[in-house]
Structures are given as C-alpha cells and as structure tokens.
C-alpha cells in the first residue's frame, strides 16, 4: 500500500513540475513516505533525517518532506524532533503535498498537515509507476476490523471502497500503457463492496469476485493478483471466480496469524483454524496448484506453548508455499501493547526459529514437487549480482513464486518484462531454478518499455470524495500544527 503511495507522490510531483533526480545527483527534495507497522520504524525515520541534517544546513533551499502512517502518526512531533523538516504530510492528504511545500518555500516555515478522513482517494491523483510490466490497483483503501495487534486502523481509518468502473478505468490504463500483471490492493478485500463511497451504488457481497471476473474480460491483461484476503469473510464465490478466470493466477495469500483459536481471539480475528484449514481445502479444490502463502505472528501477549503448538501443527497441515513470519512486538497505540502476559523476547525468539525452521522444510518440499514441471515466468528487473555471476534471470511464475533461469546465449535478448516458458530442474526454499533450455521467450510490450526505460504515468481516475453526485462527505479536520497529543486519528 505504501510503495503505491510512492507512485502517487511520484506522480504528483511530475505533474507538478518536479524532475525525478538521477541517484547521485544532489536533490532539491526528499520525501519520506513513512510505514508504521514494523518495529523501529521511527528510528529509522529520525536517523535518515538526522543523516539529512547538515546536507539541509549546507544547502538550506533544499526541502525535506515526511509522509505515510509514521507522520500520520506522529504529527508534529516529527517537526519538534527534526526541525529542519519543511512539510509533514498524512496518509489521508497525500494531494496537498505540492501545495504544502509551495506555502514552505514561500512562508519560509515548515508545514504540518494531518487529516482526519480521507481527503480524496489516492487514485484520483496521477501515478507515477515504478514498473513497466506490473501495476498495483487500490480496490479500498481503510479498515474495519480492529485486529489487536495493528496500527492499520487508526492510521489509515475506516474502510472506503472504490467504484467498480472506476478500479477496472485504472487497470485497463495500465494495460493500454503494456503492463501485463496487475495486483488488486485493499487492507481487506474480501470486505470490498459494502462500503462504497459512491453512495448510489447498493452494497454487494459479491462485488469482488465480479471485479475478478471483470478483469478476465480486459484484453491484454495476462495476470491478476490480489492482497490481501480475509479469512473471516473469504466467501467461495471469490474462489470460483478465481478458478473460472483465466488470468487470474493460481495465489492466494491468506493470513493466519496464529494457529490457536484462543489467541485468535484475543486478536479478535473472527475465523477459527477449523475455517481456516477448511478455505485451505476449497481453494486446493478449486486450483490443485494454487500456491498459498500467510502471515503469522509469534508470540502474542498470553501465547503459551501450547497456542505455539497449536500454531506449528497448522503450519504442518496447511502446507503454505512461503510465511512472512513475524515476531511480536507491541505497537504504542493498540490494545496488545498494553495486554498482560507480554512473552519474554527470548521465549519469543526460540519459538520464532521452530517456527522458520518448519516452514523452510515445507517451502523446501513444496517447491521440490515442482521440479519437471513447466514455468511460464513473467520476467523480472533488478534480478541482482547474482545472476550477472550465474548467468541465470529471474521471474515470477503465475503462482508467483522466484525462480531463477538460465538463458545463456537468449539472455541478451530477454528484458524484464518479456515472458519464457521453461522447466524446473532444481528448488531451495525460497527460490526455483530451471537450468534447462528455454521452451519459448515472447517479446512484449511490456519489455520494450522497460528496455525504453519508460513506466506508465497513469491519469487520475474517478471522482474525490465529497465531488457532486458522491454524496455528502463529512469535513475533513484539519490537526492543528499545536496538537502534540498523539491522540487524533488514533
Ligand atoms: S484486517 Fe486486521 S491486520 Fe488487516 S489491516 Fe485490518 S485491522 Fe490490520
């Protein structure tokens, strides 16, 4: 969600006149799109502008501006920490950020503006993409569950879905500008249809799997993804939807979190590992090769061995492709942070690395069953040193797992974004390999942008909140620059 921000600012700033500069150049401004949902982020937030500091004192016409759910949260505490930034900007207002340091620059005083809703939605601002073969689309932006453990909520507010013209008017734009693969964004997308913002639209529980179905009548349009999911309200007519579009692909991430229905509630995440095991085996009915990722947490306040327990033995019978596994920490603001029974660090640790250790052996297994399978990749950019060396490129297959191919005397004429179909020779836990010879390699669109260095620029889509015919929008307030609470918007 934040790196599709960064496209928005991006894409803002271009039309506003500014120059993307070169990496060494000495930029004229820096702009911070803040995450506040892993540990230390404002560490990390205060050090790269401490780092930024006596560049700031050396060339003072140089502007520094904080955005995202770190500033949304912190306000101006930001400005009382690092005085030398020059705009402090929320999740909810990314469009004022031009204005923001056009009032900076001509004040010469720093700017601190937090809303409390939603301004506009981000897609009615122009995007700057940062890749030419794969395209985010927000479907909603907001929440409304009230998970324990996350900052989501309060950062980002209450769920607020886009029109269905207005998601599907984006995803074809791409598509005309070679983008092959498209990525459905929303906290909950599941929940996508019951809180439109256009207020004569009726609210559809259905809505989602319509929008898959949608997208496998755009023509050019070779691979839909979408993130993420929610166990509680994944209904089987997105699961038949998936498995009748052609286009959508074979992956499905869906978030675990735990494997104890006692910790689940304490989470208050309303499904229970019998539901959740039981979508597994749907999905798995529907698509055999659908590959299925999670997230899950370790070590939430009252997690006792057995909750742990419990939680491995999902695991082992879920048979996820890859888990982005996490280790509990507590986030100011939530209600974990303050639950009794927090688990010592070091319990939390040892769990975490049985946790690693079973899964790399499940990842290991899993991707071993797919050696002499054929692989259609979507290649991908950046693949790294590691291929300059092995000589090998990289893609994603449809079911979105790495693999990494040898192309040998083809590899000059394969650019990211072009598509090959090989076989897999060799697996790791995290990686594919296919050593082979390639079986096919089409030329795109998408590739001779990318070797064009050219990304699509997409155009606003759709209507602001509170435009004519959207119904009445409550007014935004404005958090004085005064406030220091850290209580707005929380
Ligand atoms: S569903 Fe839960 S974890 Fe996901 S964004 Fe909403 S509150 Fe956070």
């Known amino acids: 969600m934040n790196v599709h ?10 039309d506003a006149g500014y120059v993307r500069a070169a990496e060494d150049d000495d930029a004229d401004l820096v702009v911070f ?35 995202g759910c770190l500033a949304q ?40 503006e937090i809303l409390d809703a939603l301004e506009a939605f981000p897609s009615t601002l122009p995007a700057k993409r940062d890749s030419a073969y794969s395209g985010w689309v927000s479907v909603s932006v907001g929440c409304n569950n009230t998970c324990t453990f996350c900052i989501v909520p309060s950062l980002r507010g209450k769920e607020v879905d886009r029109r269905p013209g207005d998601v599907l008017a984006e995803v074809k734009a791409l598509v005309d500008q070679g983008v092959l693969e498209v990525t459905l964004l929303g906290q909950n997308v599941n929940a996508y249809g019951m809180s439109f913002a256009d207020p004569e639209l009726p609210r559809n529980r259905g809505a989602f799997a319509d929008l898959l179905r949608a997208c ?3 023509d050019g349009l070779e691979r839909v993804r979408f993130t993420s999911p929610h166990p509680a309200e994944f209904t089987d007519d997105v699961i038949d939807a998936m498995a009748q579009t052609p286009n959508v692909c074979p992956q499905l991430h869906m978030p675990l979190q735990s494997g104890s229905d006692r910790i689940l509630r304490a989470m208050r995440r309303s499904y229970r590992t019998t539901k959740f095991l039981g979508i597994l085996d749907k ?35 879920a048979r996820f492709s890859s888990a982005f596994t996490f280790q509990y920490s507590p986030r100011p603001g939530t209600p974990a942070a303050t639950m009794p029974d927090q688990v010592p660090p070091e319990v939390v640790s040892e769990r975490y690395q049985r946790l690693i250790a079973l899964q790399e052996r499940i990842c290991l297994t899993e991707n071993r069953n797919l050696i002499g399978s054929e692989a259609e990749l979507l290649v991908v950019a950046d693949s790294g040193r590691k291929s300059a060396n092995t000589g090998r490129l990289t893609g994603r297959s449809r079911d979105g797992r790495l693999v990494h191919f040898r192309a040998d005397d083809a590899a000059a004429a394969i650019r990211p974004g072009d598509v090959v179909v090989t076989t897999i020779t060799d697996a790791a836990p995290h990686h594919l390999m296919a050593d082979g010879s390639i079986a096919s390699h089409r030329r795109t669109r998408a590739g001779d942008a990318h070797e064009l260095s050219r990304t699509p620029m997409t155009a606003p889509v759709g209507v602001g909140l509170g435009m004519p015919g959207m119904g009445p929008a409550p007014m935004p307030e404005v958090a004085s620059t005064g406030c220091s609470s850290g209580a707005c918007g929380a």
């Open 5 to 14: 921000d960064s496209e928005r600012i991006a894409g803002l700033l271009e």
């Open 33 to 67: 799109n803040t995450c506040a949902i892993r540990e230390n982020a404002d560490n990390k937030l205060y050090g790269n502008l401490s780092h930024l500091a006596p560049e700031k004192t050396r060339r003072p016409g140089m502007q520094i501006a904080v955005g």
């Open 73 to 112: 949260k912190d306000k101006d505490t930001v400005l009382r920490k690092a005085p030398w930034v020059d705009v402090v900007f929320g999740t909810h207002n990314i469009g004022s950020l031009p204005a923001l340091l056009d009032r900076a620059r001509h004040n010469e005083e720093a700017q601190v």
């Open 216 to 218: 496998g009548d755009i």
């Open 283 to 317: 999905v798995r009915a529907a698509m055999p090769h659908a590959a299925i990722t999670t997230d899950i947490i370790v070590g939430f306040p009252g997690e006792t061995e057995e909750d742990f327990a419990a939680t491995l033995d999902v695991v082992e019978r």
